[in-house]
């Protein structure tokens, strides 16, 4: 005899039997649903489940639901017995480990594992990852379209740097309002961002207040935030660093880029690893001592510097060179500045150095001249030979270099400084990147041949001949991955140089840059004279990806462009817009065809991380890792 049930079960039974039988499938369905994300999931639900999929007549929508959900269930639920079954095992193992029928089990259960998993799967998570970091942003979208799987990865590595401008143009502004709300409720999208770069650009006013309210709202909810950097005008003040250290205190790289020095509290952040400070002179709101302060502050975990200036303009680095913390530098870039005596003496005792950059002007290029060509390699004790006769040769001036950029203004003919700083640069097989600026050809010639852990080149030859640039490829390493050619005359069109490169087959970023090669400017010339020549340079642009077969990325006098190459038989019409060309012809690698997709020109003060050119071994040799501001664009000039 069954229990006489309560006031309330009864009521609710015979309320449950009124409805129509969708209805009941409807309830059944959701009671289900939320057992299973209670994690009751049992012999009940699944026996709820089946009978709910018995039922005639159900939306599709529901039933795609409920198998869903149980198929989800289940699949947890076995590898919940699997994970026990293989525990099994294994403790067995401990007891019995010459039970065959153990051993039986013990090797099938990889096979068990894999089992109708794709390939793609059985690769861990990780290695994904690590080919995704090899891929440039661009290219990495493809990856968006081919799985779930793949499209998370994709995410990470798009989403890792976010650059925001706050601005008059609509445009830009739209885009920066939606950020700012999506990582307001989006918590997974806020935690992928782990650079922000914020580029500001107004005067003062409404519209200034109301931007930075907004900033200052959604700041704190960029949760994952390890690098920081604000460009552009105002610059980061007082009031700004105090928001951003109490919503970021243990921010890991810090960029301040503009024209004054106004971040008074900046030496708060205690945790840098690297340090970015572009100023045009001193007469900010913070003091310049502060600069030294920040060094000293973070002693612990300092290991890169970038200091900007602006050579037209008075300023000096003497006192921040003065901090203890120089010495423990790995990275140290100069960039735009008047770069002193006490400096240099400073830069030859950071031993440390990996890579280096002097990009500006020598208050005493004698005293360079001398500090340069100081360096030699100190014989071996043992032996009395130099160590380069039986080791790798260990000099005695920034003897772990790797980098080395030598970008000075207004020194073109000192030939004993370059003579100096070739003489330097010699037997160093570790060097892997170079750029010596406007150095004579005729030393740098001499000097390759004994760089053979050279991969990223810029350099310039003044007379580009069929001979140059013989020597040139000659001399040079075949795993070179990033080339930028410059030269001031050429007897030739430099387009019709680019088939010497073929011979890089790693080759992937290819800059060919003339001096006094401009883009047609629309005030000198209109209508189809314009249009003419603008195609005549993009074809001749081109022909240089053509002829490359391996480059994914392309200068052309001053400009970038993303090379994309199409493998099918048809050929690819030619495209009427400027900032893209398309062509059928043939590759290395058989028929198909080359879309050149022109970059956004370098925006003032930018460190160009925004237009990612596939490397960093890329932006290295473009100068766009560092915030040179006096250089013009092609399209400027």
């Known amino acids: 005899m069954s229990p006489i049930p309560d006031e309330l079960t009864a009521t609710v039974l015979s309320v449950v039997q009124s409805l129509p039988r969708l209805q009941k499938a409807k309830l059944l369905l959701d009671h289900s649903l939320s057992l299973l994300e209670a994690g009751k999931y049992g012999g009940v639900v699944e026996e709820y489940l089946d009978v709910y999929l018995r039922t005639p007549d159900l939306p599709k929508d529901d039933i795609a639901r409920a198998l869903v959900a149980r198929g989800r269930a289940r699949k947890g639920a076995g590898q919940r017995l699997l994970l026990m079954a293989s525990h099994d095992f294994q403790t067995a193992s401990t007891f019995d480990p010459s039970n065959r029928e153990l051993q039986l089990y013990l090797h099938r259960e990889p096979v068990m594992h894999f089992a109708g998993i794709p390939a793609f799967r059985c690769v861990p998570p990780e290695i994904w990852d690590r ?114 250290f109490q919503s970021h205190p ?151 270099l790797e980098a080395f950029r030598f970008a000075l203004v207004g020194h073109d003919d000192d030939l004993a400084l370059f003579g100096a700083v070739v003489q330097f640069l010699r037997a160093r097989p570790r060097l892997r990147r170079l750029d010596l600026g406007t150095c004579p050809w005729e030393l740098v010639r001499g000097l390759l041949p004994e760089l053979t852990g050279l991969r990223v080149l810029r350099v310039r030859i003044a007379s580009l001949t069929n001979l140059a640039l013989g020597a040139f490829v000659r001399a040079l390493p075949r795993e070179m991955l990033a080339i930028h050619l410059a030269c001031t005359v050429s007897d030739r069109p430099m387009h019709e140089y680019a088939p010497a490169f073929a011979s890089f087959g790693t080759l992937s970023m290819l800059h060919l840059h003339g001096a006094s090669i401009r883009r047609p400017q629309p005030p000198r010339m209109h209508g189809r004279e314009l249009q003419l020549q603008t195609d005549a340079r993009l074809v001749h642009a081109r022909d240089v990806a053509l002829a490359v077969p391996s480059i994914d990325y392309l200068g052309w006098h001053g400009e970038h462009f993303v090379v994309v190459r199409h493998h099918h038989d048809s050929t690819i019409s030619s495209s009427n817009s400027s900032s893209s060309v398309a062509c059928g012809g043939m590759t290395s690698g058989g028929t198909g065809g080359v879309e050149l997709r022109e970059l956004p020109v370098r925006r003032r003060l930018d460190c160009g991380k925004g237009i990612d050119l596939g490397s960093d071994d890329a932006m290295w040799v473009e100068r766009k890792d560092v915030p040179i501001d006096y250089e013009m664009s092609s399209l400027e000039s």
């Open 250 to 400: 243990k921010l890991v790289k810090l960029g301040l880029i503009g024209w004054h020095f106004d971040a008074v509290g900046v030496s708060k952040f205690t945790s840098l690893k690297r340090f970015t400070l572009r100023a045009e002179d001193d007469d900010g709101f913070a003091d310049m001592d502060e600069v030294r302060t920040v060094l000293d502050n973070n002693a612990d975990t300092l290991t890169h510097l970038t200091l900007g200036a602006y050579l037209a303009r008075a300023h000096s680095w003497d006192s921040a060179f003065g901090s203890p913390t120089i010495q423990y530098l790995t990275h140290l870039e100069l960039v735009d500045t008047r770069i002193s005596e006490v400096v240099l003496a400073r830069i030859a005792h950071a031993h440390n150095l990996v890579s280096l950059t002097l990009h500006g002007t020598l208050d005493m290029p004698a005293a360079a001249t001398a500090i340069f060509g100081a360096d030699h390699v100190p014989p071996s004790p043992d032996t009395g030979m130099q160590e380069s006769a039986i080791n790798e040769p260990t000099h005695v001036f920034l003897p772990h």
């Open 131 to 244: 080919v995704a970091s090899f891929i440039p942003r661009y290219f990495l979208r493809t990856w968006l379209f081919v799985s779930s799987f793949h499209r998370d990865i994709a995410l990470r590595h798009i989403f890792h740097t976010v650059d925001l401008y706050l601005c008059e143009d609509s445009d830009n502004w739209n885009r920066t309002l939606d950020i700012f709300d999506r990582v307001k409720v989006d918590s997974l999208f806020s935690r992928r961002i782990r650079t922000l770069r914020v580029h500001w650009a107004y005067d003062g006013g409404d519209m200034l207040e109301v931007m930075s309210r907004l900033f200052r709202t959604a700041l704190p909810e960029f949760k994952a935030l390890q690098e920081f950097e604000w460009i552009g005008y105002p610059e980061l003040q007082a009031e700004m660093v105090q928001v951003l």
